[in-house]
């Protein structure tokens, strides 16, 4: 989940005992509802829309249009968002409530509880999205104190607790609700039970991220909820972008392998963690000298989507660094980016992604029936933050722990299905842009936009396949300068307060999208009665002439994915019409403008130099003719003959 650190949380730590704890499923109204048994809720009548209206007739003829997917059951198809790097977790977005309140949490494969901030927290960082407020939520239960679950101190509330490796924690009380996963979704919205969190602690109290979704082997998991519930089958995917490009896919469900998926076996019983049977390391088609029992210690092999990088035990640590540094030849090693690590980079690499395999060798992992994964330098690298065309290994020692343990810089463009019915964890190579599209429904008609059944202003009422989520589409694959970003947006003003609304409007998108309002401007606007159609601009920030391709793309991924929300006085807004556009042509001078500013300056002092030089030269000449008096005498002179 975070840079440098582990998210197993401390098994000694338990809430929930009973393993039917989310096992009920009620089939008598839509949504299906996951509701624990005796704890407690009471009776209350609810009545609920689902989130994301289906598309006309999707229940015809979706599934034979669809390249991946299980017949069997629904699935729910979810966008994975930010940068394993640049963020340190990939997030996907939720909706829980009536009205739904929307949530960016960080995928994790290491931890089993789904939670979130609640209303009422007073250690609570701030972070992407408001705190969840269950008196706002109709349809919000609290989940009762009873036999099965750790309880507060007054006996009225079940409640959780998680700690983490790297000392940060979370804790809160259980509540149950609606979770809505979105309209590219075909899993109607459920019931289920999360934790509303009342404090939090070290970077869980610092991220941007609102909180987890737990989706590893556990009572309160949100995919053990759902599988215990019969609504989905026993298994998740996760497709996470390569270098540079951030972003993914999600699959809660099962889906059909694609042929050339490679599998490992998983053992649940072996630890409570998603492990594969690692037997073996090979760089550059050649076995690292390693016993197979050195990925097998402690907690085995580890797969940990929250973890960022990853971590081997000290004896396959020593000779896959000494392996990959004998094969190397063209560069240099260089000091890490941050003093506080001791980074092992290399620097001569050049820029270009795709040409990494020219100077770094193929790494491959062989598991227990000697299936083989070839790994590419993204796999095992990631980027000098100061110093272009430097990478780092992203491999580092485990300090003393046996554990293999493997983050999500492992499985950058890879596809990695956790087929947990069958005991196995599949691993299929591919470019997860391009998954992301093979996951949608192909060749259907638009989806209606539709909004939120409490009228509430979210972008989410529009529907992701109708806007960018990968770079070729609006950003050129090799364009790493972006000068600006532009968009349309339909909002409702006041015509007696039109200019103190647009004002506050540049401060919610600034504040939304994370920039500075300085970087939000607008273009123009044209206006009928109180809709207003108005043309914005998102540009670099005044140090900079131009936006990285990354910078950009998290930003047009955020606002795609519903990463604005507006006060309800603005109505029904809608964005559209995204445009990349490039920085503007500038001449030398204009691009090199401090150089220009520093040799006009130059030759102003070497003009001027050059001036009180002269003067004072003939200041002294001046000075030099001999003054004589008027009447003093002058010695006569000898006429010269003609």
């Known amino acids: 989940m975070f840079h440098r650190l582990t998210l197993f949380f401390i098994s000694s730590i338990l809430v929930v005992r009973n393993s039917n704890y989310a096992s009920n499923l009620k089939h008598d109204s839509n949504p299906n509802i996951l509701r624990p048994p005796h704890v407690g809720i009471s009776n209350r009548h609810t009545m609920f829309l689902p989130l994301f209206p289906s598309p006309p007739n999707s229940s015809v003829d979706s599934i034979s249009r669809r390249h991946l997917t299980d017949s069997r059951r629904p699935n729910a198809r979810m966008a994975l968002h930010d940068d394993l790097l640049l963020n340190g977790y990939y997030t996907t977005r939720l909706w829980i409530g009536s009205p739904p ?12 509880v789904t939670y979130v901030p609640c209303s009422t927290c007073e250690q609570c960082g701030k972070h992407q999205d408001p705190k969840f407020d269950p008196e706002s939520s109709s349809t919000y239960n609290a989940v009762k104190c009873n036999i099965d679950c750790t309880c507060d101190s007054d006996k009225g509330q079940c409640i959780y607790e998680r700690q983490y490796a790297e000392m940060s924690s979370s804790s809160g009380v259980l509540g149950e609700d609606i979770i809505s996963f979105g309209n590219q979704s075909d899993l109607p919205p459920q019931r289920a039970v999360f934790g509303c969190e009342n404090r939090e602690t070290g970077d869980l109290y610092s991220q941007h991220a609102d909180g987890i979704m737990g989706l590893g082997r556990g009572d309160l998991s949100i995919v053990d909820q ?27 469900g099962g889906i059909s392998p694609p042929a050339e998926m490679v599998f490992s076996h998983s053992d649940p019983v072996r630890s409570p963690y998603y492990n594969i049977e690692l037997k073996e390391l090979h760089v550059a088609g050649k076995r690292l000298p390693l016993s197979s029992s050195v990925f097998d210690g402690k907690h085995g092999t580890v797969l940990d989507s929250g973890t960022t990088y990853a971590y081997l035990p000290e004896a396959a640590f020593v000779a896959f660094k000494h392996a990959i540094m004998k094969e190397l030849s063209g560069v240099h090693q260089i000091n890490g980016p941050d003093p506080s690590y001791n980074d092992i980079c290399f620097s001569g690499a050049g820029s270009d992604v795709s040409q990494l395999m020219k100077t770094f060798p193929s790494v491959e992992m062989v598991f227990g029936k000697g299936q083989k994964l070839a790994l590419s330098p993204e796999n095992y690298l990631f980027r000098h933050s100061r110093v272009s065309g430097a990478y780092c290994l992203g491999i580092f020692q485990n300090g003393k722990d046996p554990t293999t343990l493997l983050g999500g810089i492992i499985v950058r463009n890879t596809f990695v299905m956790y087929d947990r019915e069958h005991e196995k964890i599949g691993f299929w190579k591919t470019n ?42 609006y950003i050129p694959p090799r364009e790493t300068e972006v000068g600006s970003i532009t968009f349309y947006m339909s909002v409702t003003l006041n015509d007696t307060n039109v200019k103190s609304q647009i004002t506050e409007l540049t401060r919610l998108i600034a504040q939304e999208l994370n920039v500075n309002s300085s970087q939000v401007h607008l273009l123009n606007y044209t206006s009928k009665g109180n809709d207003y159609v108005t043309r914005w601009s998102i540009t670099p920030q005044k140090s900079s002439e131009y936006m990285s391709n990354s910078t950009a ?21 809608r964005l559209s019409n995204w445009n990349i556009q490039p920085p503007p042509k500038r001449r030398w001078w204009q691009k090199n403008y401090m150089v220009a500013v520093v040799v006009s300056f130059a030759a102003l002092i070497v003009v001027l130099s050059g001036v009180g030089t002269w003067w004072f030269w003939r200041r002294m000449q001046q000075s030099s003719l001999q003054y004589k008096p008027v009447d003093s005498v002058v010695p006569e002179q000898e006429l010269q003959p003609l």
């Open 101 to 112: 309140q929307r949530f960016a949490l960080i995928v994790d494969t290491g931890s089993t």
């Open 226 to 252: 759902l599988v215990d519930g019969g609504v989905i089958s026993d298994s998740f995917s996760l497709c996470y972008g390569g270098m540079d490009v951030g972003g993914g896919a999600m699959v809660l």
């Open 553 to 573: 793309l998290k930003i047009v991924s955020q606002i795609a994915a519903g990463g604005i929300h507006l006060p309800k006085s603005y109505g029904n807004y």
């Open 432 to 473: 997860c842009s391009d998954i992301w599209e093979r996951l949608h429904v192909s060749g259907a008609p638009p989806p209606k936009v539709s909004s939120p059944p409490d009228g509430s202003n979210s972008i989410a009422d529009i529907s992701p396949s109708l806007l960018p989520m990968a770079p070729p589409q």
